[in-house]
Nanobody, 123 residues
Framework: QVQLVESGGGLVQPGGSLRLSCAAS????????MGWYRQAPGKSRELVAA???????NYADSVKGRFTISRDNAKNTVYLQMNSLKPEDTAVYYC?????????????????WGQGTQVTVSS
């Protein structure tokens, strides 16, 4: 019913930049929150940046000042601009959305994950 499609990952040198995109599609009534998480090998998945239901933005301390999250509400799309990338930013980046699914007879709230996109920072 709902899909999150990510794009924009890849290999970049330290100090470089990448921009990730995540588009939500399907039977979406409304979006409460949307953001990005990442998981490095051998580590737990962690929040990178996200919009809350109140419209605020949350960032992991490790990315503040380097990463910027933005969104296009008309396209149900969220972006992550990543600058000054470091080797420790290497991970699979996952899009997450907390949204209300339009369904019959009732709408319902649920969380969805994208398939993940690999970001590798290496010289």
């Amino acid at each position: 019913q709902v899909q999150l499609v990510e794009s924009g990952g890849g290999l970049v040198q330290p100090g470089g930049s990448l921009r990730l995109s995540c588009a939500a599609s399907g039977s979406i009534f409304s979006i409460n929150g949307m953001g990005w998480y990442r998981q490095a090998p051998g580590k737990s998945r962690e929040l990178v940046a996200a919009f809350t239901s109140a419209g605020r933005t949350n960032y992991a301390d490790s990315v503040k000042g380097r990463f910027t999250i933005s969104r296009d509400n008309a396209k149900n799309t969220v972006y992550l601009q990543m600058n000054s990338l470091k080797p420790e930013d290497t991970a699979v980046y996952y899009c997450n959305a907390d949204l209300v699914v339009a369904d019959t007879p009732y709408n319902y709230e649920s969380a969805f994950w994208g398939q993940g996109t690999q970001v590798t920072v290496s010289s």
